[in-house]
């Protein structure tokens, strides 16, 4: 696609003018429906102005429908898909592969992009992606350098890159936590978060360690940038939609300035980068390999460390904390750290400066030898939420006698991705022959470049007549005309091709079948259940020619690096009466008899409509799924269903080595043992599994 691209969020509307401030090439946004960020304002009526703005300045916008959807939601996501279309949204970022289906079914033009909820992180995932008429996929954090080279290689695909933001500890898509525990789930754009409480490790009833255990750190991939690019990956993306319009600015303007200098580092970047939001010091995630990504003391905004508390006096009142530091406005906020624990954050509020030292009023408690960091720089934040990039317009007036007023105007626009010319001529009133006073250079131009509340400013003028009276009325006017006239130019509806009668052709039929079917997962070679998922604890070490039943299916990891495939197909070639459980869409590939996996969250029959072949042996609906809504899946289709549950489910898929967070050790000292359990501070507890290809995963599931 060219040039790399920077993608930065947008949660509202001030968010997107950051962005597009700071130069981002795209921005991405939800809807009021449909999207992951639930809690974020989100655009609804505004989503046609969002749209025009954006586009005025060059940068595309793509539209999140990154959520799983019920079959009783589907024409609500169809007028969604349609109003965003004509509103001229650039591409759709989508998880469900029912959407999928029914996007490029009913709305051929639309440009579909895989979210990262949609788990792509393999070439045969990405092949499988691309023949479903995907053009972008979003790839999984956890994809390593290695897997996007081959992902390259083998699609015409556009690869997108989380850059910088939050890091979910879990495997994205998978993730169940939030819905096991609160009835939220992250799949619905609800989550609320369950990684960044507080846990302890148990193991045999004894406390082995304790803290935010499920924390991850932010990712910061600034200084790889190069080696992304030249892996393959085309978007750049930053994390924040539920962060504030001045982060998005910031971050945005410093990627920027990277890329734009080569991708040249310094440290004034990382300053700018840890300012803006820093949560446990930054990771460059998984490219480093089974890397460190959790903080267990501090799980949220950590700052930049500006100085240290030399004293701390308590009143009856308040309490004063003196810091040694070289600036500290009013308004800013301030985290208070001691050996590496959190004491305290306050908003610098009463700030009063004593030769090198700040003095603050508080009513926090905060240890003398504190270190003190800076959550949040009031001054910038003011300066940012100002910043306002105009975009340059050339205006020629003629004036002459007994013909309209004409304003001929070039508005420069679009230099976020390539410079364009819009030309556009507005009339005005006839023009009279001057008795007095004639229209002149400067009094023209005066009222023409009256822009101040516009995103334009006056950069060249030309003025021809010959002697004519105009008003400042009807130059006002003709401003504002040409103003009007731009606006509606950017707001023009697109002609959307909808083909309805895809939804009507959809044959719902009512089938009765066996509901009591069974199914297991491990490595029992003597399960009675119909059918048999082979689970081995070790798969290099398991003896699969040990298998006798009749329907037994080969566990497909939803996260599958190449070196696991490798192993993976090796089984499959050795063992021909093996299916595969599909739980990532590269496992369809296998061309096997298949089982649809849980953690392809089917939810509706559009998705099962995607993903069906003729190799289906049985299909495993999301857990998250309603019973009333199983029961419409299930007699649609002619093919055994099951509903998985949460009761005993993988609640979340860990691939960063949770042992190395408890113990600091190596993977050649690897202390995992079973019966690990991780306990929430309301007794709640959670056995800590693992299994093995060459890869370690790692799993949380309810006790």
């Not at 096997?592 to 495993?620: C, H, M, P, Q």
């Amino acid at each position: 696609m060219g040039k790399t691209e920077l993608l930065s969020p947008a949660g509202n509307f001030d968010s997107l003018k950051m962005a597009v401030m700071a130069g981002a090439n795209a921005v991405y946004f939800g809807a009021k429906n449909f999207n992951a960020r639930a809690k974020a304002e989100n655009f609804g009526a505004n989503l046609k102005d969002a749209v025009a703005f954006a586009h005025m300045y060059g940068t595309k916008v793509y539209l999140t429908l990154n959520t799983l959807v019920e079959n009783n939601e589907i024409f609500e996501l169809v007028e969604t898909v349609n109003n965003a279309l004509k509103a001229n949204v650039d591409a759709f970022i989508v998880q469900d592969f029912g959407v999928v289906n029914i996007i490029k079914n009913c709305f051929p033009q639309a440009v579909i992009h895989a979210s990262t909820q949609m788990a792509v992180n393999n070439y045969l995932g990405a092949i499988k992606a691309q023949q479903m008429g995907i053009k972008r996929v979003v790839l999984s954090r956890e994809t390593s350098l290695e897997d996007i080279k081959l992902i390259k290689q083998n699609t015409n695909l556009e690869i997108e890159y989380f850059i910088q933001g939050a890091l979910c500890v879990c495997f994205s898509g998978n993730c169940y936590m939030s819905s096991y525990l609160f009835s939220k789930s992250g799949n619905r754009g609800e989550c609320l978060q369950p990684c960044r409480l507080f846990y302890k490790a148990i193991l045999k009833g004894k406390e082995i360690g304790k803290g935010y255990l499920l924390s991850a750190k932010d990712l910061n991939m600034s200084k790889r940038l190069k080696d992304l690019m030249t892996a393959g990956v085309d978007s750049f993306k930053i994390e924040g939609r539920l962060r504030r319009p001045a982060y998005v600015f910031e971050t945005t303007k410093t990627y920027r300035k990277i890329i734009d200098n080569n991708f040249s580092v310094c440290e004034n970047d990382q300053i700018t980068l840890k300012k803006a939001f820093n949560r446990g010091d930054f990771t460059e995630g998984y490219l480093n390999g089974n890397a460190n990504i959790i903080d267990e003391k501090i799980q949220n905004n950590k700052g930049y460390k500006i100085g240290k508390v030399v004293a701390f006096n308590t009143g009856k009142k308040f309490n004063i904390v003196t810091i040694k530091t070289k600036i500290i406005n009013k308004g800013d906020g301030l985290k208070f750290i001691k050996d590496g624990i959190e004491k305290a954050s306050i908003s610098a509020i009463d700030v009063k400066q004593k030769n090198n030292l700040f003095e603050i009023t508080t009513t926090s408690i905060i240890p003398k030898d504190s270190d003190v960091y800076l959550i949040l720089d009031s001054k910038q934040e003011e300066t940012d939420l100002k910043f306002i990039r105009k975009l340059p317009l050339d205006i020629k007036l003629i004036a002459m006698a007994n013909k309209p007023l004409l304003l001929k105007a070039k508005l420069n626009y679009g230099f976020n991705s390539s410079n364009q010319i819009l030309s556009i001529e507005v009339e005005g009133d006839i023009c009279s022959n001057a008795t007095k006073i004639p229209l002149d250079y400067i009094s023209a131009k005066q009222s023409l470049e009256k822009l101040n509340n516009t995103n334009f400013f006056l950069n060249n003028f030309e003025l021809e007549t010959d002697n004519v009276f105009v008003t400042k009325k009807q130059l006002n006017e003709i401003r504002r005309n040409l103003l009007e006239k731009i606006n509606q130019y950017f707001l023009k509806e697109n002609n959307v091709i909808f083909n309805e009668n895809y939804l009507k052709e959809i044959n719902f039929k009512n089938y009765l079948k066996n509901n009591n079917i069974t199914i297991e997962i491990g490595e029992n070679l003597n399960s009675k259940a119909d059918f048999f998922v082979v689970k081995p604890k070790d798969f290099t070490k398991f003896d699969f020619k040990k298998i006798s039943h009749k329907n037994a299916f080969l566990y497909i990891p939803s996260f599958l690096p190449n070196k696991d495939f490798l192993i993976i197909k090796n089984i499959l070639e050795n063992s021909p009466n093996l299916g595969v459980y599909a739980q990532n869409i590269g496992a369809l590939n296998f061309n096997r008899k298949t089982i649809l996996g849980a953690k392809l969250n089917i939810k509706n029959i559009f998705s099962i409509k995607e993903l069906i072949n003729e190799n289906v042996d049985l299909i495993e609906t999301s857990p998250e799924l309603t019973e009333e809504n199983f029961n419409i899946l299930n007699n649609a289709y002619n093919i055994p269903m099951i509903k998985s549950n949460l009761n005993n489910f993988e609640l979340m898929t860990l691939l960063h080595c949770p042992i190395k967070t408890l113990y600091k050790n190596t993977c050649s000292n690897c202390k995992f043992c079973e019966n690990i359990h991780l306990q929430m501070q309301n007794g709640k507890e959670f056995a800590l599994n693992r299994y093995k290809i060459l890869t370690c995963y790692f799993t949380l599931q309810s006790i």
